[in-house]
């Protein structure tokens, strides 16, 4: 079957990106584009954008684990919270042209949860590299999240000094009301996460240290596993369908 050439505006709405840094990527070889047409117009093959959309999960793996680590791309790079906060807010207005109010609502929620919490958490203790991760495809209904902070297990160790590994860690985090106070309310914030994916078509991939947690609507318990390798930090993939 023929490459399907798509139009430089259309796949930037599909990534989610802007024209200018379309063209950025473009010139730098991140993401080359074809010439065609009379006028050598920029089109993009279809292959090489389902390729890219299947990639950002990989990218943020492949950065939680590397022992030397280089920060990403400037446009997946939230360095500080007003930065993730101002991408959060874009990424609020173009999900809204497309997905209903309420499915808007919950998953700007989550999001912003989640990557809060890595300020919150590693505020002053970043091992390396501080900041988030922070990309997404709206058309795959996608957001990838990630840090190299410290992790749930060691923030949590703070005020439950029994916890001994991430799996234990995670599980506190997500079913118990660890603490009120600043920085120890981590597992208050994931709590609220947890609420919202069981109760929606949306579905959470969570790992901290060297436990993965799968979560989705009904689930009464919590699917905790041992990863395959260990991260630093914390990384989140969710994806979510339309509330009807």
Known sequence: MEDKLLPVG?????????IDTLRRWDSSGRLPSIRSGPRGHRYYRQSDINQYLQEI????QNWTQTPFPLKPSEDMYCETRDIFQARLEIFESKLSRITP????????AIVGEIGNNSFDHNLG??????????????????IVLADRGQGILKTLKRVRTELTNSSEAMRVAFTETVSGRYPEARGNGLKFVRSIIVQNPF???FQTGNAELYLKQGDNGLNIQEAKTSISGCLAKISFEEIV
Not at 10 to 18: D, E, F, N
Not at 101 to 108: D, K, N, P
């Open 203 to 205: 579905s959470l991939y």
């Open 10 to 18: 259309v796949v930037a709405k599909l990534l989610g990106i802007s």
């Open 57 to 60: 999960d990989t990218i943020a």
């Open 101 to 108: 109010i309420e499915t808007v609502s919950l998953i700007t």
């Open 125 to 142: 203790n970043w091992p390396d590299i501080p900041g988030i991760y922070f990309s997404y495809t709206i058309r795959n209904k996608e």
